[in-house]
T-cell receptor, first 116, second 113 residues
Framework: DAGVIQSPRHEVTEMGQEVTLRCKPISGHNSLFWYRQTMMRGLELLIYFNNNVPIDDSGMPEDRFSAKMPNASFSTLKIQPSEPRDSAVYFC??????????????FGNGTRLTVT | AQKVTQAQTEISVVEKEDVTLDCVYETRDTTYYLFWYKQPPSGELVFLIRRNSFDEQNEISGRYSWNFQKSTSSFNFTITASQVVDSAVYFCARRNRDDKIIFGKGTRLHILP
């Protein structure tokens, strides 16, 4: 099993540019989560999906952030326009979901985003 | 909000000492799950243990042990005979039936040689 795959590993962009982060969950996992990690705020849940449907996006900071999951094997997190305060490590995680809410999350290696 | 609190922001101990990382959680649910994750300096998040709310048995895995006390809403993690490789940030997390997983802010553990 390849695990959760995120790309890119590092992204440096200028303020105002659009940024797209990508995630491929573990095959067969029905739940997908996007987290943001900063020193000040720790690990924050941004949004999660069950069976490709967004269930809770209350953690999305503002309208500049959007997430999609067009199919079971792919999700994107987009920031448009990006700002320096968006600089963080963004993690994607997946789990079996459904009634398997006792299952741990399996995390990708994260995308380190720097907005200058 | 139903929080997970890790009151210890940073801990430093000398190698071979025992160290306990505290975790206190809030929840209104009767069914929930608790987790510990490790984030070494390389940055990945590694799952360590899961415990459900109906199982208050303590667990030991090598030098690691976990103490779950429902009465005090605590799920503490002890490393015995610590090693330098244990240096990392450790996160406690809670998952309810609504599927959301909420993490504490983490405890940064330094094991000094």
């Amino acid at each position: 099993d390849a695990g959760v795959i995120q790309s890119p590993r590092h992204e440096v962009t200028e303020m105002g540019q659009e940024v797209t982060l990508r995630c491929k969950p573990i095959s067969g996992h029905n739940s997908l989560f996007w987290y943001r990690q900063t020193m000040m705020r720790g690990l924050e849940l941004l949004i999660y999906f069950n069976n490709n449907v967004p269930i809770d996006d209350s953690g999305m900071p503002e309208d500049r952030f959007s997430a999609k999951m067009p199919n079971a094997s792919f999700s994107t997190l987009k920031i448009q326009p990006s700002e320096p305060r968006d600089s963080a490590v963004y993690f994607c995680a997946s789990s079996p979901g459904g009634n398997s809410y006792n299952s741990p999350l399996h995390f990708g290696n994260g995308t380190r985003l720097t907005v200058t | 909000a139903q929080k997970v609190t890790q009151a210890q922001t940073e801990i430093s101990v000398v190698e071979k000492e025992d160290v306990t990382l505290d975790c206190v959680y809030e929840t209104r649910d009767t069914t929930y799950y608790l987790f510990w994750y490790k984030q070494p300096p390389s940055g990945e998040l590694v799952f360590l243990i899961r415990r459900n709310s109906f199982d208050e048995q303590n667990e030991i895995s090598g030098r690691y042990s976990w103490n779950f006390q429902k009465s005090t809403s605590s799920f503490n993690f002890t490393i015995t005979a610590s090693q330098v490789v244990d240096s990392a940030v450790y996160f406690c997390a809670r998952r309810n039936r609504d599927d959301k997983i909420i993490f504490g802010k983490g405890t940064r553990l330094h094991i000094l040689p």
